[in-house]
């Protein structure tokens, strides 16, 4: 969809695929620029999940001043949503200064009506100097890292330490690597969404994200003898490491083996140098909140902003909705080999 929009000088485009290299050199140095804001996923949800994608840039004269992802997903259950960005922990826009941001946002409304959308939801890791209504309920779990991880397992709660030695007694050990471990990693995902009642992308997506990145992930998989427990799938851009997606098998729930897998990703954040571990998205007062607490995080807030070209309230699609709920419940008891099948095209369409 082609647009022009100006002001002061400033000009709102489309990128085109030829800026990607500029693209990502400029989401590298801004503060607001995160591994979910690189250029290629324009490629993986448009080639991998069949998404329109909408990806504006603000320029002053030939420099790049501000940039921002979007993505239209369509369907019957959830309507026609632009988002920034959906399937990943949060996006919205990256600007050099305030003046940038707004023009983003605006252009961002203007494809919003002009695609005749539900809605329009900004997910940002920081507020921004909006009207827009904005939801709370999401929030990022931030560890501040140290070159030696031992300065970190010092300041861990001596009950918290115990739990961890208590899974290493218990013969669990973790690897990493890179699409050699896909195979088990989306097994484990497979069994653990089922039980929590999300339909699983399909392998080829992550697929893609790996051959994409290749040099900014990593998979982690937790295991016993050879049987994976629990694994992760994170992403790396600049100094952060990205906490993407986990989950475990029954055993691994009932045995506690995350507090080795996350420990052991710790430690490997550490000494490859990063600074910063999100450990992920999660719902505010939520259990996975309260986990991700004892590892001495601070509690960062997500902002996601709604427009709706209507005028009208954000309709309920969150999983607190009752009609979710009973749709999750059902999914939990569907067999395995069915939720392989019907998930993926199911997946695709949750943002």
């Excluded at 290629?40 to 501000?66: C, P, Q, S, Y």
């Excluded at 921004?128 to 140290?146: E, I």
């Excluded at 893609?208 to 992403?235: E, K, M, S, Y």
Aim: aromatic content about 12%.
């Amino acid at each position: 969809m082609k647009m022009n929009q100006a002001t002061q000088g400033r000009i709102v485009s489309v990128a085109s695929d030829a800026t990607a290299a500029e693209w990502d050199s400029f989401v590298a140095i801004q503060p607001g620029g995160s591994f979910y804001h690189r250029f290629a996923w324009k490629l993986i949800n448009e080639r991998h999940l069949r998404h329109m994608t909408i990806f504006l840039e603000v320029r002053d004269g030939a420099a790049l001043v501000g940039v921002l992802p979007l993505v239209l997903t369509r369907s019957r259950i959830f309507g026609r949503i632009l988002c920034s960005m959906p399937f990943v922990n949060f996006g919205g826009p990256v600007a050099a200064d305030d003046q940038a941001t707004r023009l983003l946002l605006s252009a961002a409304k203007e494809q919003a009506r002009a695609l005749q959308v539900d809605y329009l939801e900004m997910r940002c890791a920081e507020s921004l100097d909006t009207d827009l209504p904005a939801s709370l309920q999401k929030v990022s779990m931030t560890l501040q890292l140290n070159p030696d991880p031992e300065l970190l397992w010092g300041k861990f709660a001596s009950k918290h330490r115990t739990n961890i030695r208590r899974v290493y007694k218990d013969g669990f050990l973790v690897r990493s690597g890179g699409r050699e471990l896909l195979p088990e990693f989306y097994s484990v995902m497979q069994q653990s969404w089922r039980e929590l009642g999300t339909p699983l992308y399909a392998r080829s997506y992550f697929e893609a994200i790996l051959d994409q990145f290749p040099d900014q992930t990593r998979i982690f998989v937790c295991h016993r003898d050879g049987q994976p427990a629990a694994v992760a799938f994170n992403g790396h851009s600049a100094d952060t490491v990205e906490g993407m997606w986990a989950g475990a098998t029954p055993l691994g729930r009932q045995l506690n083996v995350n507090y080795v897998l996350y420990w052991e990703m710790i430690k490997d954040a550490c000494e490859r140098g990063f600074h910063r571990y999100h450990l992920g998205r999660s719902t505010a007062g939520s259990g996975a909140e309260q986990f991700k607490k004892k590892w001495n995080t601070e509690t960062c807030q997500l902002y996601w902003y709604h427009y709706r070209p209507d005028g009208r309230h954000r309709p309920a699609v969150s999983a607190d909705n009752p009609r979710f709920q009973m749709a999750i419940a059902a999914w939990r008891k569907l067999p395995l080999w069915a939720t392989r099948f019907v998930g993926p095209p199911l997946a695709r369409v949750i943002p």
